[in-house]
């Protein structure tokens, strides 16, 4: 259980730094509130993954920080790195899930108890994406349209995030 944690670790940091790779990539590609949105994500998963290393620590099982691999770096679109994003998401999903199975297993209530918050967040994560996937069919994809969508990341950005766990 404690290697899967910090596994989590790892992969709660790995989407911080992909996140933050698509964030500068919009930045320097001129999509402004795309760019806001990313950086927004990325620092919202590195809140995750303090709430993993806190867990462990607070169950004496020095959590372990590990090292980031470099993600991609290169896009061919927006909607691209949106796939790639909930892709990464459900990935997220599928380990999280995979440690609840393990908690259960273990009878490790704790754990399983605080993974409920995590199950809950998978949820509006791909909700999320797919949601923003969802204005290039409704909106389009040129030029216009993708400003479009630009314009409600931005405001997307700006709105305060809701707490699954609330
Ligand atoms: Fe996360
Ligand atoms: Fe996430």
Redesign the pocket.
């Known amino acids: 259980m404690k290697k899967a944690l910090n596994d989590q670790v790892a992969l709660?940091g790995l989407?911080s730094s992909s996140y933050l790779a698509m964030a500068s990539w919009c930045e320097v590609t001129g999509y402004k509130g795309a760019a806001d949105y990313f950086y927004a994500?990325s620092d919202?998963?590195r809140t995750?993954m303090i709430k993993v290393i806190h867990y462990l620590n607070d169950i004496g099982a020095t959590a372990t920080i590990p090292a980031i691999k470099a993600p991609s770096g290169t896009y061919k679109s927006l909607e691209g790195l949106v796939k790639t994003a909930l892709k990464?998401?459900q990935t997220?999903t599928k380990a999280i899930h995979k440690m609840v199975e393990l908690a259960h297993k273990e009878k490790d209530h704790s754990t399983y108890a605080f993974l409920e918050w995590f199950v809950n967040?998978?949820v509006q994560?791909e909700t999320k994406f797919e949601t923003v996937l969802q204005k290039f069919d409704l909106i389009g994809r040129d030029k216009i349209a993708i400003n479009e969508i630009d314009k409600i990341l931005a405001a997307d950005a700006a709105a305060p995030e809701a707490d699954p766990a609330v």
């Open positions: 709660e989407a994500q919202e998963e995750h990464n998401e997220v967040e998978q994560e």
